[in-house]
C-alpha cells in the first residue's frame, strides 16, 4: 500500500519511514508531499487536533487518490485550561521566521505561568494522527507525552516548548534530550506508532 | 452590621453603596480599605476566579475583625478553554501602567482568535464574589455575563477586555455602552447583588 505523509517536513518524513521499518509493516510505501504537485491545503482552524489532523490527511487523501495520514500537535497546559492547543504555534500571535515564533511563544507561555506554584505546573505535549481514504473512510488516535513546565527555558535540541517541557520520570527538559531519544518516547512517535497498525484498515 | 469591601478601587466602593441603597439592607455601612490600615494581601494566585475572592476576602476580614467582601473576575474564552480566566489581568505577560497592560492584553486575545470563526466566538465576563466572616465562615458566589468577541475593538468606555466583548442580545460591545448601563447587567453587579441577600448568613 501507498501511504502519502502529508507534510513537506523531511525530519517527519524520515521519522515515519523509520517507526515503519522492523515492525512488519515493510509493505507501506511511505511518500511526501514533496513527491506530489501543489494542492490547496487547509488552515488549522479546528477546534481540537484531530479535527486539523483529520483535515490535513483528507485534503492529502483528495488531492492525491492515496491513503494519506498527517498530524497536529501542541502543548496543553493544565493552569492554562489545556491550551495553547491547537493555537500552539501561534500563541503569541507573532508572525514572522519559526525560530522568532518558537521564541515568543515559548516566553508568553512562562511569563503567563510566572504566578503558577510547582504543584499546578503539569503540561502535556499532544499529538493527533490520521489517515484518509480516498473514499472517505478515516482513522484517528491522539496520544499524550505526559510532564511539566519549568520556570528557566533550557537545552538546545527540538522547537517550540521543548526547552521548558520536562517529561514525567525525566529532568531534562525535552530540548536536553538527544533527537533519537525524544523520538523513541515522545508525543509524535506514540500516536504514529498507534496509528501505523490500523492504517490496515484502510488498505 | 459594618462590611468592609476589599479595595481600594472607589468605583467598586460606590457601585456596591449604590447596590445596597434600597434593597432592604440600609443596615449595612460599607467601609472600604482606605478607612483602614496597610496589611499584606494575598497574590491572586488561585487557580479559580473562586479561590482568589475568598483568599482576599479572608485576608480583609482576618486584618480587621470586620466582614469582609472581595470580588474577582475575568473574561473566559470559549475558544481558549475558558483562559484568560484567572490570568486575565496579565495575559499578556506585560507589566507596565493599567491601560498599557489592558491594551497588551486585549490585543493578544484578539491575535490569539485571529483565525477562530464566528461560530466559536463565545466568551463570558466571569465574577465570584466572595464575603468571609473573622470567625472562619464565608460564601462565595459567581456570575457569568455571557457574549461574544468582536475582531475590531470598538468604544472607549470600561477598561480591560471591554471593548472586543459583545453582550448577549446587545450589538454595541460593553464599552459602548454607558457605564451605568454596564454596571445594571454586568458579571460584577450580578455578582454583589447575588452575595448580598447572603451577607445574613454572617451577620
Redesign the interface.
Known sequence: MKVLLATRNDAKLAELRRLVEGRGLEGLEIRGLDDVPEFPEA???G?TFEENALAKARDAAAATGLVAVADDSGLAVD?????P?V?SA?????GGARTERDAANL??VL??M????ED?RGAAFVCAAAAAHPDGREVVVVERWPGRLVRSPRGLNGFGYDPAFVPEGESRTSAEMAPEEKDAVSHRSRALRALLPRLSELG
Open positions: 488552515p488549522e482552524t477546534a493552569a492554562l485550561n489545556g491550551m492547543g493555537l501561534r500563541w503569541s500571535g507573532r516566553a508568553l511569563d503567563q510566572a504566578d503558577v506554584p499546578r
